[in-house]
């Protein structure tokens, strides 16, 4: 017969069996994890392994910056080494080594431009004759400029400009300072006087300001200028045609040695007489020697009837005249 005692232990098992059935029902406890108390709050543990796997961005964070490379120096001790202060491993892209080289060249052309190796004294001047090369320096103002500013082409076109005179100008550049101006100035063969100015003109019929000694010339004393003159104001030059340029060497060597021509577009080409009067030819010269001649003759007649004229003209060699005045 059982006693009281077993009855309540058997009543104790049936409850704690209970409760543990509803445990494992509701999922309570059911792999639950030990927890242990500590005064102390841990770091967490971070092996080399994980360390290595992490992207590159979180090591950067990581180590706030960028990555440094540690150097290490051996001792003579067997196993021992110092490791030095790391250094920051630079890491250079194609913008850091463009903007270097522009930086590069930058100065670079600062230094060309502001060197005083680089700055022009004055221009070497070849070919001249009658002009110097002060009066050349002087309209070009090179002094002191820097070679990279100079251009060869504004020169030439300063010096046309300024000396109609010069029929070619070349012009040279080199470093690390030097300008070479090679020209070739025009010989003149008229001195046309003409208003109270006086020009000189090559055999291509280019008109130029008088510069210093020419020698001879042949002088013409003209009221008007010859049909089909041109001017250049770019050039600051005259340009007759050359035709007329040989009409009056061919007249200069037929008239009176010293005896300065002359000219008129309504008589044409003629010359001062040493006897006292003015002879015109007119301006077609193909018949000089003609007119010559019938000239000659109408002179000695002049003479022989004592008659001194003021102006002879043989324009038309059937129908020269002569007036008393002019």
Same mark, same amino acid.
């Given at each position: 017969?059982?006693?009281? +005692?077993?009855?309540g232990d058997a009543h104790s098992s049936e409850?704690?069996?209970?409760?543990?059935?509803?445990? !494992?029902?509701?999922?309570?406890?059911?792999?639950?994890?030990?927890?242990?108390?500590?005064?102390?709050?841990?770091?967490?543990? @971070?092996?080399?392994?994980?360390?290595?796997?992490?992207?590159?961005?979180?090591?950067?964070?990581?180590?706030?910056?960028?990555?440094?490379?540690?150097?290490?120096?051996?001792?003579?001790?067997?196993?021992?080494?110092? +490791?030095?202060?790391?250094?920051?491993?630079?890491? @250079?892209?194609?913008?850091?080594?463009?903007?270097?080289?522009?930086?590069?060249?930058?100065?670079?052309?600062?230094?060309?431009? !502001?060197?005083?190796?680089?700055?022009?004294? !004055?221009?070497?001047?070849?070919?001249?004759?009658?002009?110097?090369?002060?009066?050349? $320096?002087?309209?070009?103002?090179?002094?002191g400029a820097s070679i990279f500013s100079v251009?060869?082409?504004?020169?030439?076109?300063?010096?046309?400009?300024?000396?109609?005179? @010069?029929?070619?100008? &070349?012009?040279?550049?080199?470093?690390?300072?030097?300008?070479?101006?090679?020209?070739?100035?025009?010989?003149?063969?008229?001195?046309?006087?003409?208003?109270?100015?006086?020009? %000189?003109?090559? &055999?291509?019929?280019?008109?130029?300001?008088? +510069?210093?000694e020419a020698g001879t010339l042949i002088a013409?004393?003209?009221?008007?200028?010859?049909?089909?003159?041109?001017?250049?104001?770019?050039? $600051?030059?005259?340009?007759?045609?050359?035709?007329?340029?040989?009409?009056?060497?061919?007249?200069?060597?037929?008239?009176?040695?010293?005896?300065?021509?002359?000219?008129?577009?309504?008589?044409?080409?003629?010359? $001062?007489?040493?006897?006292? %009067?003015?002879?015109?030819?007119?301006? #077609?010269? !193909?018949? @000089? #020697?003609?007119?010559?001649?019938?000239?000659?003759?109408?002179?000695?007649?002049?003479?022989?009837?004592?008659?001194?004229?003021?102006?002879?003209?043989?324009?038309?060699?059937?129908?020269?005249?002569? +007036?008393?005045?002019?």
């Open positions: 017969m059982p006693t009281l +005692r077993s009855l409850t704690a069996r209970s409760r543990r059935e509803k445990r !494992s029902q509701s999922g309570l406890g059911r792999n639950r994890p030990r927890t242990y108390r500590s005064s102390a709050i841990l770091p967490p543990v @971070l092996t080399r392994t994980e360390r290595a796997v992490l992207p590159i961005k979180e090591r950067l964070s990581a180590s706030h910056g960028r990555p440094k490379r540690q150097v290490k120096m051996a001792l003579n001790v067997p196993g021992a080494e110092i +490791r030095l202060p790391a250094l920051p491993m630079i890491q @250079l892209n194609w913008r850091v080594a463009s903007g270097m080289i522009v930086a590069l060249l930058a100065a670079l052309l600062f230094h060309w431009w !502001s060197s005083p190796t680089y700055r022009v004294d !004055s221009a070497e001047i070849i070919g001249i004759q009658r002009i110097t090369s002060n009066d050349i $320096n002087v309209v070009l103002g090179l002094s251009d060869p082409l504004e020169i030439k076109e300063e010096l046309e400009k300024a000396f109609p005179d @010069l029929k070619s100008i &070349a012009i040279k550049i080199s470093l690390p300072a030097k300008v070479v101006a090679t020209v070739e100035e025009r010989q003149p063969v008229l001195a046309w006087q003409q208003g109270g100015k006086l020009l %000189w003109v090559d &055999a291509g019929g280019t008109a130029f300001p008088v +510069r210093g013409v004393d003209a009221k008007d200028m010859p049909p089909g003159t041109q001017s250049n104001p770019v050039k $600051n030059t005259v340009q007759f045609d050359p035709q007329w340029i040989k009409a009056f060497e061919s007249l200069a060597a037929k008239a009176p040695q010293g005896t300065a021509l002359v000219y008129s577009v309504e008589r044409g080409m003629g010359w $001062n007489d040493p006897q006292g %009067w003015q002879v015109f030819f007119g301006i #077609d010269l !193909s018949d @000089l #020697d003609m007119k010559l001649l019938v000239y000659e003759a109408l002179v000695k007649q002049l003479q022989a009837e004592g008659i001194t004229p003021a102006l002879v003209s043989v324009e038309y060699v059937h129908a020269p005249y002569y +007036r008393m005045e002019r």
